[in-house]
């Protein structure tokens, strides 16, 4: 059996491939920033004491993370469609996204909030600090230090996950390749590149994690030690 590989008739479609990445990179960061921003939001929900506040959090966690990613962006997007309100793919895509990984962050804050000790919060009180004072000099931050990796890691695999998107035609990586793959007849050149434009944004987004981990936490700028 001979077999030939012909990667020049794939490459010459780079603008597309470039395009494509792009916009996974938007996704990706679309749905970390308001995914994060979800998480910490719902880490204090499950630790509120009024219990309704923290059952609707518990709820909203348990759907997410015992449902596959496939079905809630589906679900958004009939969803969405069925009660006549119409967005885009890409707009249904990052809203499915945030969704996703916002219940996953909310676990990831929770067992940090859970790894401040306790006298350290008894002491600010005894300092008479606000409680939103205590949230973010005293429980937030320090959580968010002690669970940065973890974070991070997440973040990264919610973009390689957003290449489920392509099931509802986002214009993302994965379904730029199914196009051209389908034009060229190209499989395997095709998705060997994809694979490797997905380790490429891989390290671009871990490179830029550990920047912002060393602009935010003091200590570890100081210690010089990426997160």
């Known amino acids: 059996m001979h077999i030939e590989f012909d990667f020049p008739a794939v490459l010459e479609r780079w603008p597309s491939f470039l395009g494509g990445a792009v916009l996974t990179l938007e996704l990706a960061f679309i749905a970390t920033l308001f995914g994060g921003i979800l998480g910490a939001i719902g880490a204090i929900g499950r630790r509120s004491r009024n219990r309704s506040v923290a059952n609707i959090c518990t709820i909203y966690v348990e759907a997410i993370r015992n449902t ?66 205590i949230y973010w000099h005293v429980i937030l931050l320090p959580a968010m230090e002690k669970v940065y990796p973890s974070l991070t890691s997440q973040f990264v695999l919610l973009m390689l996950a957003s290449s489920v998107t392509s099931q509802i035609s986002a214009e993302e990586l994965t379904a730029v390749a199914n196009y051209i793959q389908s034009d060229t007849y190209r499989a395997f050149e095709t998705y060997i590149l994809v694979a490797l434009a997905y380790v490429v944004l891989s390290l671009i987004m871990r490179a830029g994690f550990w920047g912002l981990g060393m602009l935010i936490f003091p200590r570890q700028r100081r210690l010089g030690t990426p997160l």
Do not use: C, H, W
């Open 68 to 133: 596959p990613l496939l079905v809630q962006i589906f679900l958004v997007y009939f969803g969405l469609a069925s009660i006549g309100l119409k967005f885009s793919a890409f707009s249904v895509a990052a809203l499915a996204l945030v969704i996703n990984v916002g219940a996953y962050t909310t676990e990831i804050m929770r067992a940090g909030f859970d790894a401040i000790p306790q006298g350290q919060i008894e002491a600010a009180e005894g300092l008479a600090l606000s409680r939103l004072q």
